[in-house]
């Protein structure tokens, strides 16, 4: 009887640690809505800082900033989880890469300013994520 009372409890054990496996948190770059808020932050700072008749819209991106990592958080994510993300040089890598995809796909390589501006004008236009970040001058 006690081994059976054993394999009962194991198994319950068992059982009761799958969801926890099941529901283990992705790592934060997975997570598209903050990766993609990032990348939106990400292509209207190189917009702004490349385009004279473009300016950001600085306490919008701040809000947004603030509102992905009050999002992290309550996804379950650590403050130090959110910071090695935001600082880690492999993450920056990649976001970059996805930046310069972007734009290649609006037909503007990484030396085409005016390019890169008319994109931002157009997605101010559009008001996407991105645009909602930038205001012409």
């Not at 059976?4 to 969801?19: C, D, E, I, M, N």
């Not at 702004?48 to 992290?72: E, P, Q, V």
Request: net charge positive.
């Amino acid at each position: 009887m006690s081994n059976l009372r054993t394999a009962v409890f194991a198994s319950l054990l068992g059982a009761l640690a799958l969801p926890s496996a099941a529901m283990a948190k992705p790592p934060l770059g997975e997570v598209r809505e903050i990766h993609d808020g990032l990348l939106a932050v990400g292509i209207a700072d190189e917009i702004r800082n490349r385009c004279d008749d473009i300016s950001a819209r600085m306490l919008t991106a701040m809000g947004t900033l603030h509102a992905l990592k009050k999002r992290a958080r309550a996804l379950g994510y650590s403050n130090e989880e959110i910071e090695d993300y935001v600082t880690s040089k492999a993450e920056k890598k990649k976001m970059r890469a996805e930046g310069v995809a972007y734009m290649a796909a609006r037909g503007v390589t990484a030396d085409d300013t005016a390019g890169l501006c008319r994109v931002g004008r157009e997605e101010i236009a559009r008001g996407s994520a991105i645009g909602a970040l930038l205001r012409e001058k």
